[in-house]
Every structure is written in C-alpha cells, then in structure tokens.
C-alpha cells in the first residue's frame, strides 16, 4: 500500500462534508447519508483536524457509498481504511463484537457497532422501551443500558442477528 493510494484526512473531512451536504435523511432518496450514518457524521462536520481514530471510521463509514455516490473513491478507501486502522494508536473495531461498557447492580452497559439488523429488531420488539439507547460519538458506537433481568434477552436478540455475544453470557451482577 502506497500513500498515494489512499485518501488524505482533509480529502476526508471534505468527503464527509459532501455527504452530511447533501441534507438531512428525511425520506428514501438516494442522495447522502443513511439515517443512522447521518447523525454519527454529523458529530465530525465541525473538526478541522481528524485523528488517525476518527479518519479510519469516516473511511469505513463512506465505504459504505462506494458504489452508489461516491464511485470516485471505490479504488483506495480499502487501502485508505487499512492505513489509518495502522496508523490509529487504538483502532476501531467494525467486527460483530459486543463489548461491556460498563456495570453496576441496576444494568449493564453494552457498546457495540450500528447493525442494520440489530436496529429493526429493537424498533420491532420495541426493546427500547425496556433500555437506554444512546450514541456514543467518542467511542464511534451504540451504547445500551439494560437491567439484569433483560440482559439474557438482550443477549438472544443480539445473537439473532449474528452479534458476537460470548464475553456478555458469563457476565456476573456485582453485589453493589
């Protein structure tokens, strides 16, 4: 991989800006982002600078429109991704992993990637009655926040829709 072959940061930033540019999703139009990656990016159109963090999840995330919108970069956003993936100190995981964020006697914090899958589910099952779903810019994921008593659902429901759930299932309460 060459660095002539992959996209600069500011190329980036300008890629992304092109993007959010294109107005806010509102209905199923083709130009811009999804719904879910809209607002994510959004979070980034005020930085001038990236980091190598915040450059590699911007490239994965216009990977995404390689074949639609943004043709044009097709040819160097996987190298673009792997070099800043290298480059960043801690990279991003864009696996099917479930990660624990973080646990008290209430609930369970659980962070994992946005999955398309995973996002109908919840609106289906209206699972977010039962949590709190936010998003979570600096660590470029969804975060839920579930009681004990709904995590072993939680847990099948993510697994349905192939999440990676192993570390979650010996996953003890903490006494306080």
């Not at 999703?25 to 930085?47: C, E, S």
């Not at 960043?88 to 990637?113: F, H």
Request: net charge positive; proline share 2%.
């Amino acid at each position: 991989m060459s660095e002539n072959n992959i996209l600069t940061k500011e190329q980036l930033i300008a890629y992304n800006m092109q993007m959010l540019n294109r107005g806010e999703p509102n209905q199923w139009d083709f130009a811009g982002y999804n719904k879910h990656d809209f607002y994510r990016m959004a979070d980034l159109a005020d930085k001038k600078q990236l980091s190598d963090k915040q450059a590699h999840w911007i490239a994965a995330v216009l990977k995404k429109y390689t074949r639609t919108q943004l043709t044009e970069i097709a040819e160097v956003i996987d190298d673009t991704i792997e070099y800043y993936k290298a480059c960043s100190a801690v990279p991003i995981s864009l696996d099917t992993k479930v990660e624990v964020a973080g646990k008290n006697k209430l609930r369970v914090a659980i962070l994992w990637q946005f999955n398309k899958k995973f996002a109908e589910l919840l609106k289906q099952k209206k699972t977010s009655e039962n949590c709190q779903l936010n998003w979570q810019s600096t660590q470029g994921a969804w975060i839920i926040r579930v009681t004990w008593e709904n995590l072993k659902a939680l847990i099948s429901d993510f697994e349905s829709v192939g999440l990676n759930c192993e570390n979650l299932k010996s996953l003890k309460k903490p006494s306080r």
